[in-house]
C-alpha cells in the first residue's frame, strides 16, 4: 500500500510538473512528445505493479484452495459417506423389522377385532354409544 501510494505521488508531482512545463509559451512538439513518452513509462511500471499484485494474490488463492478448501471438503465427503452407511446399516436393521412387527401386530389386532376377541378402543366404544 505505501509503494502504490509513493508511486501515485510521484505522478502527481511528473503531472503538474509537465503542465507547469507545458504551459510556457515557446512550447514546442519534441517537448510535447517527450512529456508524453514518460507519461506512457509511468503508466507502464503502474499497470505493471497491478499486474504483478494480480498474479501474487491469484497464487495465494490458488494456495488457499489447495491447502485449506480441498481438505475440508474431501473430510465432508467422508462424513457423508459414512452417514449414508449409517442410515442403510439402521434402515435395514432397527427400522424395516420395527415397520414388519408393527404391521403384523396391526393385522393381528384387527383379526381379533373382526372375530371379536380384542377389546375396542375408545374411539370405537365413543362412536357406538353414539349411534
Do not use: Y
Not at 508524453?36 to 491469484?58: N, R
Not at 465427503?77 to 442403510?88: A, P
Not at 381379533?112 to 375396542?120: T, Y
Amino acid at each position: 500500500m505505501i509503494g502504490i501510494a509513493v508511486v501515485g505521488v510521484i505522478i502527481l508531482i511528473a503531472l503538474v510538473a509537465g503542465i507547469i512545463f507545458l504551459a510556457q509559451p515557446t512550447t514546442d512538439t519534441a517537448r510535447v512528445r517527450d512529456i508524453f513518452i514518460i507519461f506512457m513509462a509511468l503508466e507502464s511500471i503502474l499497470i505493471g505493479l497491478a499486474l504483478v499484485i494480480l498474479i501474487v494474490q491469484i497464487a495465494r488463492l490458488i494456495n488457499l484452495l489447495q491447502n485449506e478448501i480441498k481438505p475440508i471438503l474431501d473430510s465432508t465427503n467422508e462424513t457423508v459417506s459414512n452417514l449414508r452407511g449409517t442410515t442403510t446399516f439402521l434402515s435395514e436393521n432397527l427400522i424395516e423389522p420395527v415397520i414388519s412387527l408393527n404391521a403384523a401386530v396391526a393385522g393381528l389386532m384387527q383379526a381379533l377385532k373382526l372375530i371379536g376377541l380384542a377389546r375396542k378402543g375408545p374411539k370405537e366404544r365413543k362412536s357406538r354409544e353414539g349411534v
